[in-house]
C-alpha cells in the first residue's frame, strides 16, 4: 500500500516539478571558481567575465540534477552565438561515473570536477541542483535551488536580459 | 527522450562506478558512504503547508562527512535552515494554499567511520570556558538543578574528574532505567519527569538525555546526537541495526561526554538497554555476555550503521507557528498553521529508505 500511495504521490511530483524559481541573489560576492575539467583542462570564472555564466552544482546520485540536465543543454544551444557560458560542476565524483553519465546524456558544456567539495562549500551549495547566473558583471544575479525548466519563457527572460 | 526514460538511462549509468580520489582515500580509512532518501507528503493540506526534514550533521568530523543533499517536489520554496544555538540543519519546504498535494524528496549522501575511543591515553584536547558552559547548560527538559542535580551527586559520590564522573554516570543509567516498548518514538527526554516518577522507563531520548542531564548536573560537558540508523549491526546484533531498507522508524538518539584530554566520548546507555529487551530471544538478563559485551562497547564507541542529524535541543522551526520541539529527529509537518503528528509516519505520511554506496 506504502508503495501505491508513494507513486501516485511522486507522479503527482514529477507533473508539476517546475515550481523553482530563478530568485534574486542576496548572498554578496561571487566567491572564485577555478577547476579542471573531464580532460584537465583548467576553467577559471575570472576568465569568461564579459559573459553570462550558468555555474550548475549536480552529482550523479542526484535525480533532479540529471532530470535538468537536457534543459541545460537545450539552453545553451538555443542562445549559440550570444556571450552564454554553462560550467557544470560535478560534487566530488569519480571520473568514471561522470563519464558514463555524459556516455548516455552528451552535453556540449564543460563539467568541472570539485573533487573534495570545496568549491561547492565556497558557493554554499549545499541543496542540488543549485545554480547561479552571473551576469556580464561578474556578479551573481540569480540562483535556483531544485530543479529549473531551463527553457521556460520567465528563466530565458532574466538571462536575455542579462546578455543586453 | 521523456523524464523517466531518461531518468532510467541516468540512473544504470549512475551504478557502475571506480574510486575517485577523496573516496579511494576514505575508502582505506574505514569509510562507508550511505544514501537516505526521504519522501513525504502532506495529505489534505488546506492553506500554506510547510515540512522540515532533517538533514545529515553539517560539521565534518573524523566519524561523519556529509557529501550532499539534493531535493525535488512541488514546493514553491525549498532551502537548507540551520538552528542558530545548536547549528541543526534541515530542510524547510513550503507549498502554497494553492497545493493539495504537498510532495517532497531529500535525497542524502555521506560517508561514516567506526568511532572507537581509546580512553587510556590523555591528550591535550580541552574546551573554552564558553564551550564547557554552553555544554553543561540546561535546557528546556534537561535541567540540571533539582533531582537532577541530587541524583547526579548521589550517583557520582566519590568519583573523580570526567571520565570517572561519566562512568559511573553510564553504569548508573544502565543499571537503573529500562527500555519501555509502549513510549511513543524515541520518547521526549523529559529527564524531570521521569526522575520525580520514580519510573525510569523509555526510549533512547528518555534514556540518553538522562544521561546527558546528570554529566551536566556535575560539571561534565556533554549532548544528545539524534539521527537515525542505515544499516543492520556489523557485530551480530540485530536489535542495533536496520532489517530492511526502509528505515522510517530506525529513529536513534545517542549520548557523548567530554574528558578532558581526550576529546568527545560517545556512549550510548540506551542501546545497552534495548540489547537487554529486544535482542533475541529478548529479556536478556544484563550478565548475558551479549549484554556485557554491549555494555563495554558502548561507553567510548559507536558502530557507525547510523547518520547523525544534529546535537540541538529546544529547537524552532523556521516560520512555524508550533511550539519549541525538544530535538529534530523526525520529519515535521504543518498545514493551515496546525502541525502535524511528527511521531506518526504512517498519520503524516513519510518513508526514509537507506542504502550502502559500495564504491
Known sequence: MARVFFSIALAAVAFSAWCVELKP???GATPPLALDDLSGKRHDLAEYKGSVVLVNFWATWCEPCRAEMPSLERLRKSLQGKRFEVLAVNLAEPLSRIEKFVDGVPVSFPLLRDRDSTTSKAWKAKLLPASYVIGRDGRIHYVAYGELDWESAPVRAKVLELLQ | MNRRSFLKSATAASVASALPQRFALAAEAGWRTFETVTRVEIKDAFGTARAWVPLPLAMDTDWHKTIGNAWSGNARLAKIEHDGKYGVTMLHAEWSDKEMNPA??????????ERNVDLSRAGSADLSVAERAFYTAPSELIPTDGVVLKTALEVTRGAKGDLEKSRAIYDWVVDNTFRDPKTRGCGVGDIKSLLESGNLGGKCADLNALYVGLSRAVGVPARDVYGIRVAPSRYGYKSLGTGSPNITKAQHC????????????????????????????????????????????LFGGWEMNWLAYNMGADVKLPNSKGPKLPYLMYVNAEADGEMRDQLEPDSLRYTITAREIIL
Do not use: H, I, Y
Open chain 1, 25 to 27: 541573489w542576496e548572498g
Open chain 2, 104 to 113: 517532497l524528496e531529500v535525497t542524502s549522501r555521506f560517508m561514516t567511520r
Open chain 2, 254 to 297: 545517542r549520548a557523548e561526554f567530554f574528558a578532558r584530554g581526550r576529546g568527545w566520548v560517545p556512549v550510548d546507555p540506551a542501546d545497552v538497554r534495548k540489547v537487554v529487551l529486544e535482542e533475541p530471544p529478548g529479556n536478556l538478563p544484563v550478565q548475558d555476555e551479549k549484554v556485557l559485551a554491549a555494555r563495554k562497547r
